[in-house]
């Protein structure tokens, strides 16, 4: 479908000399670095005049064969007159070039997704300009080749091809060197003197006609078109897709394309480029922190080709730049309020801002930095609370190494800390490779000389990531940080081999396959496979084993968690099946259970013998008997799970699954226990093929089991009713939530409820005590989201078994849409995996439905929700939205659910007062 041009036909948006059209709120319209330029640009930062080529354009190019409005070419001249007016020199110049970048930049950053073009505007008649203008020849021919090199890579897709370990144009850079440095391997570009420039332009130059058969273009009109073009044509390339996808980033989104004005950061000794951020991103800590490059461009820093130099060092190199850059550091914090990331450069001792961003950090860092940023009164404590992304907070309850088995580990190397948490992993070389063993179950180490962006599946597989090269914002480091990977760069007595996929470090050689540890909090390596421990929050709250006063990080969660509680108005259940699972939840901050699975209790130990029994009885009389052994095993879990809670309410399910699941299917299984149960092996295989199933997730399960043998939701009701009477005899208050499974009829749960009540009212006569219980359903399959208004006459909860939902609603069973979900969301069929993230438009419609009718049958129905999406943020805000009362999800997902609940609250409450 074409779209029609914008209202307002604006197309490019200038700014420059502490004025611009457009401001840093503009985030979806000119990308986030667009819009920080202009807003930077608006507070008298020092930035590089330019204009930004909407988002809007992107989409027309998309939506229209990759053709451009008809407005939009003199617009750009127009951008191109103001650069040159504002700094009197001329686009194509043959005495005063201006020299431009060309930049992408979406709405939210994607580090490494698309690709800067610098320099552009050269040529072989202007470069001779820039030589006299700047009277360097050396940068002169630096920037030359740089923008060859670039542009023949970026837009005439000069790149690697499969099976390649380096770039054409870094292959072309080697084989100099070597030419001129014979014997000396390890050379930096810095070194080669104008002659070298000047001919790796012309093998540049030879390169590109080699692979593409075209000349290089000259005219600077033609160059800034072919780049453009790029920036949006890279929108849809292989890895912004793949990035895309990962972070649920619409492709609708596109990018703006930004034309800045030069600024040199290789002009000589007083010249340099850096990348800095306002406190640290790894651990959070309130320090200038980030690194630069002397006599650079600053894509050196970014690619991690030369390790950089930590900012403070820029101190003693060029004090003057360094205390306007200790200013702009504080500048930023107060107007942005966040951490800002932000990428500068020193044209001859002068500062010029390029980029600022709210800073990506750790899951870690993010705690810290909201927490301290609202004792400093920049941020309120609701923002605080909305500052950390509620999957983030998983990090800081990820494992860290044992404190005996790392310290009796040998450290074979040093890096960068770049991305905290201990990760332990068969280390491969390439990242096809590391993906192939990760599906075959391995743990896996990424190790490359550095990362790029095709590595991203890669690192995505992976449990770690180990570079030779590149500094803490090189890419490896941005990519792993935001993933919540672990990761350490730089390590630098590495030697990886791509050809023989080996690894020599200090004389011993490790293999592909191998197993190496990594700590990315401390950056270091160590050989072999190492142990890994709790997080200090678990250590505090579930070991045990450290005190809160010793551990900030727990003091900093801990806080963030009271501020949760202050503003949320959901509350977080647990998934638990177990008195110890439940005492971890509680730990984390559940206030009950909203699903104990009670049939995982018939797994352990001699219990499976009795229930295999009672599925092999032949009538009523030999089922009862079997589950009689079975009732003092239920009696004492849910007596444990009661004391754990100490008066939290708990939701039982009754039994779930078919029955088949519990017999062994294979001749010697089935051998086995015909020996033990003295039952002839034909006679089980014969209960077998009986229960055999073609569809189990629709077979006989849920409350269809307990209407055909009654019997069995006898005895759990027994169960639950006579550890409810021990336990309140012990003095602790007990709050049981009976929950039928898979109910579709309300004759179904009529019938059920009938066995409950009056095995509650036998159980209550025989102990002499009074036991207070509710009893309800799950709302799972469509006829009961269809019938809530009947079903809630006997119901007096709903709880949302979303799995199920979600199974019935698309027609798609978990287990099997492997083989074609996929692709579903790489087409964006599907936004997200819906048995991930709740399908709010379909299956969140008959939620809704649910609710609506349920309520009107009984208005203060309890409701709730306990599928896997109990744990997932957004359906976490979504469940917030339909109004339920509480989610319910696995105990370790309980604080990033219960932070993922008050930011819905929060954001709901913003909502109302708009
Ligand atoms: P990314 O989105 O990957 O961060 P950028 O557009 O920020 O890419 O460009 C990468 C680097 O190129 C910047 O960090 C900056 O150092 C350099 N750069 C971009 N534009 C200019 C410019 N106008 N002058 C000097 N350097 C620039
Ligand atoms: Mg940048
Ligand atoms: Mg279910």
Redesign the pocket.
Known sequence: MAKSPTKSEKYVYLFGNKKADGNGSMKPLLGG?GANLAEMTRIGLPV?P?FTITTEVCTYYYANKRTYPKALQGQIEAGVANMEGLLGKKFGDMQKPLL??V???ARD?M??M?D?I?NLGLNDQTVVALERSSGNARFAWDCYRRFIQMYGDVVMGVQKRAGEDHEPFETVIEGLKNELFPGQPHIEDTKIDLDGLKELVKRFKALVKERTGQEFPTNPWDQLKGAIGAVFGSWMNDRAIVYRRKYGIPSEWGTAV?V??????NTGSKSG?G?AFTRDPASGEKVFYGEFLMNA???D??AGVRTPEPVAQLKNELPQAFAELEQVRKTLESHFKDMQDF?F?IEDGKL?M??TRNGKRTGLAAVRIAVEMVKEKLITWETAVTRVPAEQLDQVLAPIFDRAAVKAAKVIAKGLPAGPGAATGRIYFNAERAVEAAHAGQKVLLVRVETSPEDLRGMIAAEGILTARGGVSSHAALVARQMGKVCVCGASALHVDYGAKTLEVGGTVYKEGDYLSIDGTLGEVYAGEIKTAASEVVQVLVEKSLSPKDSPIYQNFAQLMTWCNKATRMTVRTNADSPAQAANAVAFGATGIGLCRTEHMFFEGNRIDAMREMILAENTEDRKKALAKLLPYQRDDFAGIFRELKGLPATIRFLDPPLHEFLPHEDAAIKDLSKKMGVSADAISKRVSELHEFNPMLGHRGCRLGIAYPEISEMQARAVFEAAAQVQKEGIKVKPEIMIPLVGFPKELQLQLEVVHQVAAEVAKEKKTKINYMVGTMIEIPRGALVADDIAKDAQFFSFGTNDLTQTTLGMSRDDSGSFLPKYQELEIVKKNPFASVDQTGVGKLMEMAVELGRKTRPDIKLGICGEHGGDPDSVKFCQRIGLRYVSCSPFRVPVARLAAAQAAIEGAKAKKK
């Open positions: 670095k590089p330019g431009v970048s930049r992408s930049g950053s580090p490494g698309m800067t610098l930004n800045q004005a030069m600024v040199f950061g480029s990348v461009q600053g894509e820093v970014v990428e450069t010029f390029l980029q």
